[in-house]
DNA sequence: ACATCATATGCAAATATTATAATATTTTTA
DNA sequence: TAAAAATATTATAATATTTGCATATGATGT
């Protein structure tokens, strides 16, 4: 299982515009980086930038094919995300069921003890 | 259907490891601040920042009980894309069927034609 | 009204991310 | 082997993110 560190890692690696640009190309097919260039409306060394930044991590890697660098998707919850991010959300989560606001308090937790004294007032 | 910079944006506010923990907690239920000062150990008014980003996204949201705020998840995107995080991928995506690297150039797509002149060379 | 609890806010310092520009590397072809 | 094509690397400047700390705010009970 993915630790915290690296689900932390993996979201701050897909979240840019550029690369989130490349993964969904990749998604379609082995891709080198003139391709890239093509629609991408970003500098050649920038997106060489970002396929390394992905690569490093482990998200896409690459074959040689004569001087072209064919870059292909490796990670294989990378489509998954994409695919999530590309769906339609039309409503919101339903609202948790002790609202509305009360003035008696129903808060469904148990309250925490006070830090440092023994057991305050009361525990809800 | 979410923007690019939309999506770029849920991920980067997703993409802490106080966040990630906070919705992962929020996806069992409704919780407030001090709950959550209980097993983050990070300052309190450091969790109410990352709170209030979340909130500023439209992620989460509050109700007032007494005096405690009460969080509870808004974006239907999060449970999908915390649970995705927590899923095991033991397999790399299969390699593409063009490897393995050739001599003369087996790329799958078409070469772009050069920048300024017409078009150069032969378009393989 | 006052003390207290629960939480938020503002700001500066530390860090991380990104784009740009210049240059280097590698492979192929002539 | 030199030139060209395709791509990578490095340093740097600009910007964004994150944290810590001090303090502020708002609700509740007395």
Redesign the interface.
């Known amino acids: ?2 630790s ?2 690296q ?2 890692e ?3 690696i ?4 550029v690369r ?2 490349i993964l969904e190309e990749l998604m379609k ?4 980086v ?2 890239f ?2 629609f991408l409306d970003v500098s050649q060394p920038n997106i060489s930038q970002h396929l390394g930044l992905l690569r490093n991590h482990g998200v896409i890697d690459y ?4 001087r ?1 660098r ?1 870059y ?6 990378i ?3 994409i695919e ?6 039309p ?3 339903p ?2 069921a ?12 148990k ?2 003890r006070r830090k440092g004294r023994g057991p305050s007032a009361r525990e809800i």
């Open positions: 299982m993915r915290l560190g689900k932390v993996l979201l701050r897909i979240a840019h515009p989130i640009r097919g082995v891709k080198c003139s391709d260039e093509e074959y040689m094919d004569g072209l064919c292909y998707l490796v990670d294989p919850i489509p998954e995300i999530l991010l590309g769906r339609d959300y409503e919101a989560l609202a948790p002790c609202c509305p606001v009360t003035r008696r308090g129903k808060y469904p937790g309250r925490r």
